[in-house]
């Protein structure tokens, strides 16, 4: 599963913060990753969110998609450093959308990729290392439940000082008791928990990644005490939070029963979700 916006707007110039490229090493222990570091004009130390892309990656042709481009702006407005984490270019993979054994390296391989960034992050005299969150899309957004959960394939031992404060997935793939269990995580089904404050929303239309499993997913974890929450968009479907695309078809890759994903901007949920993913890591993020 991944996000994915219309070529036009990958053309559509997007005003964002001047964007540094940096590099470290992933905790798989043998990947050097890429990244964009974007801070705002405020004064150190911020408080910064780690992105973490969809099956698409960052952008085509080496350019940063809008959806990326547009959040971190908002978020570099409201005070906060964003990391934009390329876990794809660096280990020679293109799109990983319509492919299950490219899938099954990310999904084994990304959560080592946000431990690697958060370490990378803590390092920097710029950054607050207390003051970590992260955030993925789609295939980015299974990846951060696959990170949270307690034991984490990524996290390392001993864990580190600070941990992830809190957590927004966007649309996530693998959002279900079956794919959060074995073998990816360390959990058996019906038991999975993170100590890591999370935020899940969907488009209830969405076809390409599943609202209402990740729905029945996420409520059976909070009444087991987890701190998760979930909020769905009534009309909306996938990429819903991308700047001006047009409801379509995705070409590419079919979904199992033949048909196509469909992806557009629900401008509503859209203006929802840039006030409620500030506020939801303000919340939790604030000393």
Not at 52 to 74: E, N
């Amino acid at each position: 599963m991944c996000l994915i916006v219309s070529i036009l707007l990958v053309l559509t110039a997007v005003r964002t913060t001047a964007a540094e490229n940096v590099s470290f090493d992933s905790l798989d222990g043998t990947t050097r990753i890429t990244a964009r570091l974007l801070e705002p004009a405020t004064d150190p130390p911020h408080r910064t969110i780690v992105f973490l892309h969809g099956c698409s990656g960052t952008g085509f042709g080496g350019g940063l998609s809008p959806v990326y481009s547009t959040w971190a702006q908002h978020l570099n407005e409201a005070g906060y450093a964003v990391l934009i984490v390329d876990s794809a270019t660096p280990r020679g993979l293109a799109s990983t959308c319509g492919s299950s054994a490219a899938r099954r390296i990310v999904y084994a391989k990304r959560p080592f990729d946000a431990y690697g960034a958060l370490r990378f992050l803590q390092s920097l005299p710029s950054i607050q290392p207390d003051g970590i969150g992260l955030m993925g899309w789609s295939q980015g957004g299974g990846i951060v439940l696959l990170t949270i959960v307690d034991p984490s394939i990524g996290r390392p031992v001993p864990a580190p000082a600070y941990d992830f404060r809190a957590a927004v997935a966007l649309y996530p793939s693998a959002c279900s008791d079956r794919l959060q269990s074995r073998p990816f995580t360390a959990v058996e089904p019906q038991s999975w928990s993170t100590g890591i404050p999370l935020l899940v929303l969907f488009g209830a239309r969405d076809n390409w990644t599943d609202p209402d499993a990740c729905r029945s997913f996420i409520e059976a974890a909070r009444e087991r005490g987890e701190p998760v929450e979930i909020k769905l968009y009534r009309n909306a479907v996938h990429s819903f939070d991308a700047p001006n695309v047009r409801l379509q078809e995705r070409s590419g890759p079919r979904l199992r029963d033949g048909s196509l994903p469909l992806i557009g901007t629900d401008q509503a949920a859209r203006e929802d979700a840039l006030d409620v993913v500030p506020e939801f890591f303000g919340r939790h993020m604030s000393d």
